[in-house]
């Protein structure tokens, strides 16, 4: 025999790291065993040279030295990349989720016989792989379309508290993520994975199809946000509805953003069912509008301390003017020494004339020019300090200007005013503006792509967040210092001609943040309609959701076709809503619900001491997951509580049917413990003091015969048990198989088969014991002892009258019936001996009337008594 020896492949020097990298994972995959030496190898007597296995001691000293140089040099440039390494990798840089690649390298393979070799992903690092598609996810449309709208409304101190609320929330998600992460390794497939493989399906599955709902609804916004640029600040001439009096635009708005928005709802689906490679290729360009647009707003910043743009407001006494069909804010001027009337005139008169019938609150007040960005220098920040909320219709207004109020105010929503288009209170924006900071799962999304996934995670979710946390702060702030407040609370820019609120800050012009957000929302949508799909068939493909499982196949490169139909059906309800300020809330709750499923289930695994639970993220504490997911509630109610019940109501209607009814998986449930704890509390507090008389009930051990199948001989024993407890209180069901349990084994397990097939039928809520014993009587002396756990131990035992016993030939059948009797007498507890029970109504047998005769023969401290009315609580 040969002696023990190790033997690792033959490599070529010259190969990179990556593919040794490759081949040690392939041999870790499949482990050479030493005991299989001789089968593997017969040659044993072979040279060295002709063997294509060598001893490790024997390489060759020079390709061995080479190797290392070459090791040393590439780990050298990886800690140091150069510049155009960097753009390389910004060159390949993607934004989808993980598995897109592989869909679409399938599609090129040629011919069914071409085989089709998995492709390696590129080994991302933090900055490529977690870093930027965070910030891109993060940063998007609640930022470009309302985040000066809520700066103007609710002013910069209640800004800032939403933004700190909302920023606090995601930062504490990340890091019970990051213990997530760092707690074993993490499997490719992202959040999902993480989850469900950590903390078991249950969690798993709710946490996924929340994020799924959340990111299906965010494709919903995105295209809205998609829509209301195009349609309100590119081409408003393209609005297919038009209103034809001021009071019927809201519904001409909401009309066009229903047929535009599903047109282009078809439109991003077909590219997505065509390909995404498509997407993947244009993933830099949208990231680039993102940035740029970032620089463009704090470049205008800056530009407004020493040259502020010039972009004047008309005033209407101290109301804001819609400025979209007059050039001059004047109601009369000179022209060739004639006074004539211009065209704001005509907006609040009959006629042209001087002597027309104009509009008292016209005719009382007059016009004021103010600047729209008067700069950082001009101590505007002082006005925008504190919000103004008010109701649907209220006027926006300058409270700096004089203004003479008039005495009918009927004919004001008729009149060019900029007014609030929806009733607005703190709360309310607190729901608008949540799903600007969500996003931030897009790195964990792609572990399966990262180099080192428990580094990358962490730091680069984290990193994402302080980053946009930053933005959003300072934004706050200087949008609050820049800008006029009567522009920041017009929501669409009418008294800026139809201007991009945030556009006309950004230098060198308005279309740089106008083209620029466009492109991102439609990124965006692109990318949500790309993910929620393939995050749906990883969820059906587990099996956990048994009636989702259709939506796990797809076409025969593994797109999720299903999943996407589904997907773009539940995005046009988004979309048919036609509100970004009512979508928004929506989303807002289902990804509340994913990151409070996260906060909850790591601060469980930590307090109930999970000994699989063991993250090594040093910044991860219990308390600060408790707090998270405290922040996620208080948020849900903030926003809307009339969502957050609906949205807990679906995720506890999702946790419960999977584990009720989705498949077993052998994945580990930390949770498991809760329920551990829970129930080894309350019997420490039971075993404490004997129940008092008031609350005394049976606690049943029903003690079954079988017969030489192992079948139930009395399931109507059952029958009676059931209705007797009414699904409350303990029920167990003992039997006793005669032998002993090594010899008996296998008939045991199907006994307890048959037994509980039996309790199934009869709806009997218990446990099922059967037990091997030498004899019969001292097996059921043994049930009778020890059955229970401490103070969940039964007090009456229920059998079945032995009714053959006068023909039995064998006398030990009434011999163990007396024995039990005596030994439940011994043990001081209720005995029930049920006669004729194979007469006793099922539970599927209905009495509309009828008497329960109770026969009081012995004093037996009231149990007759208590049977009847136990009874006749069973409902039927």
């Given amino acids: 025999m040969p002696t023990n020896f190790t033997v690792v492949p033959v490599k070529d020097a010259r190969k990179s790291r990556e593919e040794e990298e490759d081949e040690d994972d392939v041999d870790d995959n499949n482990v050479f065993r030493e005991e299989d030496e001789a089968a593997t190898f017969p040659g044993d007597g072979m040279p060295k040279e002709s063997s294509p296995f060598i001893n490790n001691t024997d390489h060759d000293k020079g390709n061995l030295y080479d190797g290392k140089n070459m090791a040393l040099f590439e780990e050298e440039m990886d800690s140091n990349p150069m510049v155009s390494s960097l753009l390389n990798k910004l060159a390949n840089y993607t934004n989808l989720t993980q598995g897109v690649k592989e869909h679409e390298e399938a599609d090129d393979d040629e011919g069914p016989a071409r085989s089709k070799k998995p492709v390696k992903s590129p080994a991302l690092g933090t900055l490529i792989g977690v870093y930027l598609p965070c910030l891109q996810n993060i940063l998007g449309v609640i930022l470009f379309l309302r985040l000066t709208w809520i700066v103007g409304t609710a002013g910069i101190m209640e800004s800032l508290a939403i933004v700190v609320m909302t ?168 022209v060739d020494n004639v006074t004539v009337t211009t065209k704001l005139w005509s907006l609040f008169c009959d006629s042209p004339d001087l002597n027309a ?200 490169n593994g797109e999720p076709t299903w999943a996407l139909l589904l997907t773009g059906g539940i995005c046009e309800i988004g979309i048919l809503i036609a509100s970004l300020d009512a979508v928004a809330p929506i989303l807002s709750m289902f990804f509340l619900m994913c990151y409070l499923f996260v906060n909850l289930a790591c601060a469980l695994q930590t307090l109930l001491c999970t000994p699989n639970w063991r993250p090594r993220f040093k910044f991860y504490h219990w308390a600060l997951s408790f707090l998270g997911a405290s922040l996620c509630v208080s948020l849900m109610f903030i926003s809307s509580w009339y969502y957050a019940l609906v949205a807990m109501l679906i995720a506890g209607c999702i946790y419960k049917y999977i584990e009720y009814r989705g498949a077993e998986k052998e994945w580990g449930d930390g949770i498991r413990g809760l329920s551990l704890n829970a129930a080894r509390y309350a019997l420490i507090r039971l075993e404490e ?145 049920a006669k004729n029970v194979d007469s006793f109504p099922t539970n599927a047998d209905r009495f509309g009337e009828g008497t329960i005769d109770v026969w009081w023969i012995v004093h037996d401290g009231g149990l007759l008594m208590l049977l009847p009315f136990l009874l006749r609580q069973h409902k039927p």
């Fill in 167 to 334: 920023c606090s929330c995601t930062m504490l998600t990340a890091i019970s993520m990051s213990a997530i992460a760092t707690n074993g390794v993490v499997p490719a497939g992202g959040s999902y994975y993480m989850i469900s493989r950590s903390l078991g399906p249950e969690f798993g599955g709710a946490v996924g199809l929340c994020f799924y709902l959340g990111t299906t609804f965010a494709g919903s916004m995105y295209i809205l946000g998609t829509i209301e640029i195009l349609l309100t600040y590119i081409v408003p001439s393209a609005a297919i509805f038009k209103a034809e009096k001021k009071e019927n635009e809201p519904e001409a708005l909401l009309n066009n953003m229903r047929v535009y928005g599903t047109c282009c709802l078809i439109l991003m689906s077909l590219v997505v069912f065509v390909g995404v490679k498509y997407v993947n290729k244009l993933a830099l360009v949208f990231l680039a509008c993102v940035i740029l647009s970032i620089l463009a707003i704090y470049a205008g910043v800056i530009k407004t301390a020493f040259d502020p743009p010039d972009f004047p407001i008309c005033l209407l006494g101290n109301r804001t003017l819609q400025n979209h069909n007059f050039d001059q804010c004047l109601k009369t001027m000179e």
């Fill in 357 to 556: 019938t104009c509009n008292e609150y016209f005719t009382l007040n007059n016009v004021t020019v103010i600047q729209g960005i008067p700069g950082l220098t001009s101590g505007v920040i002082r006005d925008n300090i504190w919000g103004d909320y008010g109701p649907n219709g209220m006027l926006v207004e300058n409270k700096h200007q004089v203004s003479e109020p008039a005495a009918d105010t009927s004919q004001d929503i008729y009149m060019p005013y900029v007014a609030n288009d929806i009733t607005t209170f703190f709360t309310l924006l607190v729901g608008i503006y949540f799903p600007s900071v969500t996003g931030i799962m897009a790195g964990s999304n792609r572990s399966g792509d990262l180099r080192d996934a428990q580094k990358s995670i962490p730091i680069g979710t984290i990193m994402a967040i302080a980053t946009t946390t930053f933005i959003y702060i300072s934004s706050v702030i200087l949008f609050g210092a820049c800008i006029e407040g009567v522009v920041l609370r017009d929501k669409f820019g009418d008294s800026v001609k139809g201007n991009l609120v945030i556009g006309i800050l950004a230098w060198p012009s308005p279309w740089v943040i106008v083209i620029g957000s466009f492109f991102s929302c439609c990124g965006a949508g692109l990318q949500s309609l790309t993910g929620a799909p393939r995050l749906l068939q990883a969820i059906a493909r587990d099996g956990i959701v048994p009636f989702l499982q259709v939506f796990g196949h797809g076409k025969a």
């Fill in 689 to 833: 003091a004997p129940p008092h008389t008031k609350n005394w009930r049976p606690q049943m051990l029903v003690l079954l015969n079988l017969e030489s199948d192992h079948t139930v001989k009395h399931p109507r024993l059952l029958s009676f048990c059931t209705q007797l407890k009414a699904g409350k209180g303990l029920t167990i069901v003992g039997s006793v198989l005669q032998g002993t349990y090594m010899t008996k084994e296998d008939e045991v397990k199907k006994a307890e088969q048959n037994v509980k097939s039996s309790m199934t039928t009869e709806r009997t809520k218990g446990f099922c014991h059967v037990v091997a014993s030498s004899n019969l009587r001292d097996g059921f002396s043994h049930l009778i002892q020890t059955a229970g756990l401490g103070g969940m131990k039964h007090n009456t035992v229920l059998m079945a009258w032995p009714g053959t016993w006068k023909q039995s030939n064998d006398p030990v059948s009434w011999k163990n019936f007396i024995e039990t009797v005596r030994e439940t007498t011994a043990a001081n507890q209720a005995l029930l001996v």
